[in-house]
Protein backbone atom coordinates (compact mmCIF):
# COMPACT_ATOMS: atom_id res chain seq x y z
CA UNK A 1 0.00 0.00 0.00
CA UNK A 2 1.52 3.47 -0.41
CA UNK A 3 0.73 5.77 1.89
CA UNK A 4 3.31 8.18 1.03
CA UNK A 5 0.98 11.06 0.67
CA UNK A 6 -1.00 10.13 4.01
CA UNK A 7 2.22 10.00 5.82
CA UNK A 8 3.89 13.46 4.39
CA UNK A 9 0.26 15.27 5.61
CA UNK A 10 0.38 13.73 8.81
CA UNK A 11 4.25 14.60 9.30
CA UNK A 12 2.79 18.48 8.62
CA UNK A 13 -0.17 18.52 11.10
CA UNK A 14 2.81 16.34 13.96
CA UNK A 15 5.34 18.90 12.94
CA UNK A 16 7.86 16.28 12.70
CA UNK A 17 9.61 14.16 10.34
CA UNK A 18 7.88 11.33 7.77
CA UNK A 19 10.17 8.89 9.62
CA UNK A 20 8.43 9.46 12.71
CA UNK A 21 5.13 8.90 11.35
CA UNK A 22 3.56 5.72 12.65
CA UNK A 23 0.24 3.61 11.51
CA UNK A 24 -1.75 1.63 12.95
CA UNK A 25 -0.86 -1.81 11.06
CA UNK A 26 -4.82 -3.10 11.42
CA UNK A 27 -6.56 0.34 10.40
CA UNK A 28 -4.28 0.80 6.96
CA UNK A 29 -7.40 0.58 4.45
CA UNK A 30 -8.94 3.45 6.79
CA UNK A 31 -5.89 5.42 6.47
CA UNK A 32 -5.50 4.99 2.85
CA UNK A 33 -9.11 6.36 2.27
CA UNK A 34 -8.03 9.07 3.95
CA UNK A 35 -7.22 12.63 1.83
CA UNK A 36 -7.37 15.89 3.62
CA UNK A 37 -6.05 17.39 6.15
CA UNK A 38 -9.03 17.29 7.99
CA UNK A 39 -9.83 13.49 7.81
CA UNK A 40 -5.85 13.03 8.73
CA UNK A 41 -6.27 15.25 12.02
CA UNK A 42 -9.34 12.99 12.70
CA UNK A 43 -7.32 10.26 12.71
CA UNK A 44 -4.88 11.29 14.49
CA UNK A 45 -7.59 11.90 17.50
CA UNK A 46 -8.33 8.61 17.29
CA UNK A 47 -4.61 7.46 17.53
CA UNK A 48 -4.21 5.46 14.41
CA UNK A 49 -1.75 7.88 13.80
CA UNK A 50 0.72 8.89 16.30
CA UNK A 51 4.42 10.26 15.98
CA UNK A 52 7.40 7.81 16.85
CA UNK A 53 9.35 9.34 20.09
CA UNK A 54 12.71 10.96 19.01
CA UNK A 55 15.75 8.75 19.73
CA UNK A 56 18.18 10.57 22.04
CA UNK A 57 22.05 10.12 22.92
CA UNK A 58 22.63 7.95 25.57
CA UNK A 59 24.78 9.16 28.09
CA UNK A 60 25.12 6.03 29.94
CA UNK A 61 28.76 5.73 28.72
CA UNK A 62 29.87 9.29 29.50
CA UNK A 63 28.13 9.20 33.54
CA UNK A 64 30.16 5.95 33.60
CA UNK A 65 33.38 7.30 32.42
CA UNK A 66 32.86 9.99 34.74
CA UNK A 67 31.94 7.93 38.01
CA UNK A 68 35.60 6.29 37.01
CA UNK A 69 37.20 9.50 37.18
CA UNK A 70 35.55 10.13 40.39
CA UNK A 71 36.66 6.91 42.03
CA UNK A 72 40.02 8.11 40.85
CA UNK A 73 40.66 6.21 37.64
CA UNK A 74 41.16 7.34 34.52
CA UNK A 75 43.63 9.77 35.39
CA UNK A 76 47.06 8.71 34.38
CA UNK A 77 49.78 10.48 32.22
CA UNK A 78 48.20 8.96 29.06
CA UNK A 79 45.12 11.02 30.00
CA UNK A 80 46.47 13.92 30.57
CA UNK A 81 46.18 17.07 28.52
CA UNK A 82 48.30 20.30 29.19
CA UNK A 83 50.46 21.11 31.74
CA UNK A 84 50.92 20.09 35.14
CA UNK A 85 50.19 24.40 36.34
CA UNK A 86 47.46 23.78 33.61
CA UNK A 87 45.71 21.03 36.27
CA UNK A 88 46.56 22.82 39.15
CA UNK A 89 47.47 26.37 38.73
CA UNK A 90 51.07 27.33 40.80
CA UNK A 91 48.75 30.19 42.52
CA UNK A 92 46.50 27.43 44.35
CA UNK A 93 49.77 25.15 44.89
CA UNK A 94 51.45 28.29 46.48
CA UNK A 95 48.35 29.11 48.60
CA UNK A 96 47.97 25.83 50.01
CA UNK A 97 52.06 25.38 51.00
CA UNK A 98 51.51 29.02 52.18
CA UNK A 99 48.31 28.64 54.64
CA UNK A 100 49.54 24.98 56.34
CA UNK A 101 52.66 26.56 56.90
CA UNK A 102 51.37 29.03 58.84
CA UNK A 103 49.10 26.78 60.28
CA UNK A 104 51.86 25.34 61.90
CA UNK A 105 52.93 28.40 62.88
CA UNK A 106 50.42 29.56 64.75
CA UNK A 107 50.00 25.95 67.17
CA UNK A 108 53.68 25.92 67.47
CA UNK A 109 53.19 29.81 69.18
CA UNK A 110 49.78 28.91 70.96
CA UNK A 111 51.82 25.79 72.48
CA UNK A 112 54.32 28.04 73.67
CA UNK A 113 57.27 26.11 71.30
CA UNK A 114 58.57 29.26 69.81
CA UNK A 115 59.44 33.04 70.90
CA UNK A 116 56.74 35.74 69.24
CA UNK A 117 60.03 37.03 67.74
CA UNK A 118 61.31 34.14 66.37
CA UNK A 119 57.24 33.57 65.47
CA UNK A 120 57.58 36.70 63.51
CA UNK A 121 61.09 35.96 61.65
CA UNK A 122 59.47 32.73 60.57
CA UNK A 123 56.55 34.04 59.24
CA UNK A 124 58.40 36.74 56.75
CA UNK A 125 60.52 33.96 55.98
CA UNK A 126 57.01 31.71 54.85
CA UNK A 127 56.05 34.71 53.17
CA UNK A 128 59.07 35.21 51.21
CA UNK A 129 59.65 31.44 50.21
CA UNK A 130 62.23 30.44 52.11
CA UNK A 131 60.81 27.05 53.68
CA UNK A 132 59.58 23.91 51.27
CA UNK A 133 57.26 22.55 53.45
CA UNK A 134 56.03 22.00 57.27
CA UNK A 135 59.17 19.85 57.79
CA UNK A 136 61.58 21.85 56.50
CA UNK A 137 60.12 24.56 59.00
CA UNK A 138 60.54 21.88 61.73
CA UNK A 139 64.38 21.48 60.85
CA UNK A 140 65.11 24.50 60.61
CA UNK A 141 63.61 25.79 64.43
CA UNK A 142 65.71 22.41 65.40
CA UNK A 143 68.96 23.03 63.36
CA UNK A 144 68.59 27.31 65.10
CA UNK A 145 67.28 26.56 68.85
CA UNK A 146 64.34 28.69 67.77
CA UNK A 147 62.64 26.42 70.68
CA UNK A 148 62.07 28.53 74.00
CA UNK A 149 62.21 24.92 75.92
CA UNK A 150 65.59 22.74 75.08
CA UNK A 151 64.09 19.78 75.75
CA UNK A 152 60.63 20.11 73.43
CA UNK A 153 60.06 17.76 70.43
CA UNK A 154 58.48 19.62 67.52
Not at 12 to 36: H, M, W, Y
Not at 69 to 75: A, V
Amino acid sequence: MNLKVQRKIAAQILKCGADRVSFNVDKLPEIKEAITKADIRSLIKNGLIIAKKKKGISRFRAKFTIHQRQLGRRRGLGSRKGKKTARTPSKKVWMTKVRTQRDLLVTLKQKNIIAPDSYRNLYRKISGGFFRSRRHIKIFIKENNLTMEKNVKT
